[in-house]
């Protein structure tokens, strides 16, 4: 059997990093990529398609969002789609999960314990689903099938080892060890929460289709699941989406006037599209003004140009500042001399208390 599986497309999300304009762009490009995974259904004549979870945000779906819900998977009837609930599309009393009129090909799995559901004969898939935006337990604690034959589960939850992985703020919902997969008597477990796309012996995390934010990494899309006789799977990722996203880091080393700011920005996304965020980074001389206000103006063929400080430092010669016979020059060396400081802390006292005497105090941030 072939299922196609994506999570974490998050629908009217807010996208608070954009501005009004662009966020309104990338919440119809997550429409769009929607459209995009029903037609890889189609192409690819799955069984089935698998959505776990996050599919729309609870908090703020739109008016038209359970209509567009609706027509998209009502195209796919007869194929048959499966529908876990998350933590941000958890299934309550106002959920649109309840809202809309599904086709009869659609199945919302409604249940916080996993619940069967027979794809095929001798192939089973257990659906789970948040029923409160946090605190849920694990969907696989004290569970084990009761058939045999091939079981799968469908569920929007934290593998515990994968934390770490994922990074800080990715918050445990509905935590399981990998190893619960086997013990509950599964075969593989097919997931949503994690953005990161994740191929493991037990379980698949397709990741979020379309990106969200700066800095996602990794091959995420569709992922088409051939599920053999014996249990075992295998997976083949398609992109789905057209944005394009990048991370730039722009070294500023060497530049002599605030000109050359731009300039190297300039030159670093000359041949990028899509939304590009770019880090400044080097030391400069104190003189120089490397704000980036004003700097996305130079990126009009972009989606989105989005500029942010990293580790820009000001270079001061403090060797010749502290011969000065100036206040300035007593501050450098009583703070040059004060033993009670670790060295970042004194950098850091010398570059505030320096652009300070220049009047220059908020035009970078001391790091």
């Known amino acids: 059997m072939r299922l196609l599986l994506f999570s974490d497309l998050h629908l009217d999300t807010s996208f608070r990093w954009a501005g009004p304009e662009l966020a309104r762009a990338r919440r119809l490009a997550l429409r769009g990529t929607l459209e995009r995974i029903r037609d890889l259904a189609e192409a690819e004549d799955v069984d089935a398609v698998l959505c776990g979870g996050d599919l729309y945000e609870h908090d703020r779906f739109a008016a038209d969002t359970g209509a567009f819900l609706r027509s998209v998977f009502g195209q796919l009837h007869p194929r048959p789609v499966f529908l876990a609930p998350g933590n941000h599309d958890w299934y309550g009393p106002r959920s649109l999960y309840r809202q809309v009129d599904w086709p009869d090909n659609v199945h919302v799995f409604s249940e916080a314990r996993p619940a069967p559901i027979e794809l095929a004969a001798g192939l089973t898939l257990w659906g789970a689903a948040h029923r409160a935006p946090a605190n849920t337990d694990g969907f696989l604690d004290g569970f084990r099938v009761d058939r045999g034959g091939v079981n799968l589960a469908l569920f929007h939850g934290s593998e515990q080892s994968e934390l770490p992985y994922q990074g800080a703020g990715k918050a445990p919902h509905a935590p399981f060890r990998a190893a619960q997969i086997r013990e509950a008597g599964l075969d593989h477990a097919l997931l ?58 722009v070294a500023l080393g060497g530049v002599v006037h605030t000109g050359q700011v731009r300039d190297r920005v300039r030159e670093a996304v000359a041949d990028l599209g899509g939304m590009v965020r770019v880090t400044l980074a080097g030391e400069v001389a104190p003189e120089i003004d490397v704000r980036p206000e004003g700097l996305e103006a130079v990126a009009g063929h972009l989606d989105a140009l989005v500029v942010r400080l990293g580790d820009v430092r000001a270079g001061y010669d403090l060797d010749a500042l502290a011969e000065e016979s100036t206040v300035r020059g007593q501050f450098v060396r009583s703070v040059r001399a004060a033993a009670d400081l670790d060295e970042d802390e004194r950098r850091r006292i010398l570059i505030t208390g320096l652009r300070a005497f220049d009047g220059r105090a908020e035009e970078l941030e001391v790091r």
């Open 192 to 249: 949503g929460h994690f953005h990161q796309p994740k191929d493991a012996e037990t379980h698949t995390y397709p990741g979020n289709p379309d990106p969200l934010e700066f800095g996602e990494t990794g091959e995420r899309g569709a992922v088409v699941v051939t599920v053999r006789s014996d249990g075992a799977v295998e997976r083949v990722r398609h992109r789905v989406a057209r944005t394009e996203v990048h991370d730039v880091t």
